[in-house]
């Protein structure tokens, strides 16, 4: 099996973990997540289900319910799940055994940002929206709060981080449109909220990731990034990153470069280059193994998302 290896984080790479279900495939996995349990959750966007793993990529079961498009997983302190239910433009609040307990957003009601889903695609998400909106307009994350609070990234037609109450009340939102001052966002594609409660955003169409307070305060920016898709802390306290042009990153707490595997940057000579086809989901369990999910269904390449792509740290 291939190693790949910096000066701090070495892994070795598995591209063939997680058994799925007779006659299904993870053709594109754009969520992924792991429990307190270090379970790992799997969103397979061809055959509408979440798919439940032991650490092992035996498949221990499947959700009860069917979505579209699941982007973003989390977890609160009591266990009860929560999803991203992109392109319906809701968060869905659910029991660990998929009792479905508050909704947030309205069903197939999207806030007027004057953008949408099939306007990015046909566009090529070449521009910001033309303006913000409340929720949510095709969201893309979630993340819970050590207080229960609930926060949103909002994302693909919107422009805006929404901070909820764990009781569901809207607190307050932040962001707007732009390439470049601080808040502005250019597709917000997943948050984090990390063990100092600093909240890292994914402006992925901006190329960098931007940190803030838990109530919405700038606080910086990692540049150099080529659109960052999920961030995710690890148990030393470094930060694996997604990046969708083709790269998985570990950089530091203060946005510093540690390692990078992939071609993100043109290089053909960059070490894993070819093995990451626009990895979408990173989750990361806590013996610091990454579980990276792809988005291009391209059976030529090594785990181009026919599998769910697991890197052991050794």
């Known amino acids: 099996m291939k190693i790949l290896t910096s000066t701090k984080h070495s892994y070795q790479l598995i591209t063939d973990w997680g058994i799925p279900p007779e006659k299904h495939s993870f053709k594109e996995s754009a969520a992924v997540a792991v429990d307190t349990e270090d379970n790992v959750w799997v969103f397979n966007i061809p055959t509408k289900q979440l798919l439940i793993f032991e650490s092992s990529g035996k498949l221990l079961k499947i959700w009860p319910h069917e979505y579209e498009n699941i982007h973003g997983i989390d977890f609160d302190s009591s266990g009860c799940v929560y999803l991203v239910n992109r392109n319906v433009h809701q968060v869905l609040k659910y029991t660990i055994d998929g ?3 508050m909704s947030l957003g309205e069903y197939a009601s999207p806030s ?3 953008y949408s889903l099939e306007i990015g695609r046909d566009t090529n998400w070449q521009n ?3 303006n913000a909106a409340g929720p949510f307009n095709v969201p893309s994350g979630v993340r819970i709060g050590q207080n229960g609070d609930i926060y949103i990234s909002d994302g693909y037609a919107n422009c805006q981080i929404h901070r909820f109450s764990r009781h569901g009340d809207l607190i307050h939102s932040w962001g707007s449109p732009g390439k470049s001052k601080d808040a502005e966002f250019h597709l917000i594609h997943g948050l984090y909220i990390d063990s100092k409660n600093r909240v890292l955003v994914c402006d992925r169409m901006n190329n960098r990731i931007q940190v803030f307070d838990l109530t919405g305060k700038f606080t910086g920016i ?3 990034l080529f659109m960052p898709s999920k961030i ?3 148990p030393d306290g470094d930060f694996v990153v997604t ?3 083709g790269r998985i990153s570990i950089i530091d707490k203060t946005g510093k470069l540690l ?3 992939g071609n993100a940057d043109g290089s053909v000579n ?3 280059s070819g093995i990451f086809r626009k990895p979408h989901g990173c989750a990361v369990d806590s013996r610091g193994n990454i579980y990276i999910g792809n988005v291009t269904s391209d059976g030529a390449a090594s785990g181009s998302g026919q599998r769910i792509i697991k890197m052991v740290k050794i």
């Open 99 to 101: 009792d479905l307990i």
């Open 112 to 114: 007027k940002t004057g």
């Open 128 to 130: 910001p929206v033309p």
């Open 222 to 224: 990692y540049s150099g």
């Open 232 to 234: 995710h802390e690890n």
């Open 243 to 245: 990046e969708h042009l």
């Open 259 to 261: 390692a990078k595997w």
């Open 270 to 272: 960059t070490e894993g």
